[in-house]
């Protein structure tokens, strides 16, 4: 599991910085499966040209094998960039075979994977 937390300011160049961190895991990633919080994060700035940016070199960790993506958006403009951006990587690479999901409130590390896996559907996010 990748646990990815955000808080303050979150723009272009954050996102960024993690998917350089991102490069430099092992190349097969196997089952792994990514967590995205932003419960801390104040502001969100990432327009439609920096979600397809962001999503073309998203593209690459999508081939070594991420199955899933969840991201905790407890405020709507969290959800609303979080939707743009898994819209747009959809639209540029395709799905992540077990896709991305959106919750409303915070999970606890053993809940993640149920959750991902459709288990749990109280704190799902149409």
């Not at 350089?20 to 990432?46: C, N, R």
Request: net charge negative; charged share 25%; aromatic share 4%.
């Amino acid at each position: 599991m990748i646990e990815v937390a955000a808080w303050d300011n979150v723009g272009l160049g954050d996102i960024e910085e993690h998917q350089e961190e991102l490069a430099t895991l092992p190349h097969d990633l196997g089952k792994t499966i990514e967590d995205i919080d932003l419960s801390q994060a104040t502001d969100i700035t990432i327009c439609p040209l920096r979600a397809l940016q962001i999503a073309r070199s998203f593209e690459k960790f999508m081939d070594r094998a991420l199955r899933s993506c969840g991201i905790h958006a407890p405020n709507e403009k969290c959800r609303e960039v979080a939707r743009m951006l898994i819209s747009t990587s959809t639209s540029v690479c395709g799905d992540l075979p077990e896709g991305y999901r959106l919750s409303s409130t915070p999970l606890a590390i053993k809940d993640v994977r149920p959750f991902l896996h459709g288990r749990d559907e109280t704190v799902l996010i149409a």
